[in-house]
């Protein structure tokens, strides 16, 4: 297992940009792929991003493709996700995962088995 705290979450306006930090400890981290999620009131939790343990390979969902950026540091334990372009439509709880050590990236939540408390992003019109 892995502890997950995601930081960086807040109110901007539409256009904007925001940066969510993810500081992981537990199992190690480096061999890890990581994955953003979100979840939007009354909506199931939906891929976002993911990357892989080395950080060479990444995916985006299609509605963030060309505006958000997943990338990590494994010497700092963290995956970020850069937000740019803020749609009101980008409002939600966004969460990091974790998946086993040595895998493949998936958008399939299921896949991941470690998760943080979320941080809220709220995008205004």
């Known amino acids: 297992q892995v502890q997950l705290v995601e930081s960086g979450g807040g109110l901007v306006q539409a256009g904007g940009s925001l940066r969510l930090s993810c500081a992981a400890s537990?199992?190690?981290?480096?061999?890890?792929?990581m994955g953003w999620f979100r979840q939007a009131p009354e909506k199931e939790r939906a891929f976002v991003a993911a990357?892989?343990?080395?950080?060479?390979?990444?995916n985006y969902a299609d509605s963030v493709k060309g505006r958000f950026t997943i990338s990590r540091d494994n010497a700092k334990n963290t995956v970020y996700l850069q937000m740019n372009n803020l749609e009101p439509e980008d409002t939600a709880v966004y969460y990091c995962?974790?998946?086993?050590?040595?895998?493949?990236?998936?958008?399939?939540?299921?896949?991941?088995?470690?998760w943080g408390q979320g941080t809220q992003v709220t995008v205004s019109s």
């Open positions: 537990g199992r190690a981290f480096s061999t890890s792929p």
């Open positions: 995962a974790s998946k086993q050590r040595f895998t493949a990236i998936s958008p399939d939540r299921n896949a991941y088995d470690s």
């Open positions: 990357i892989g343990w080395r950080g060479s390979t990444t």
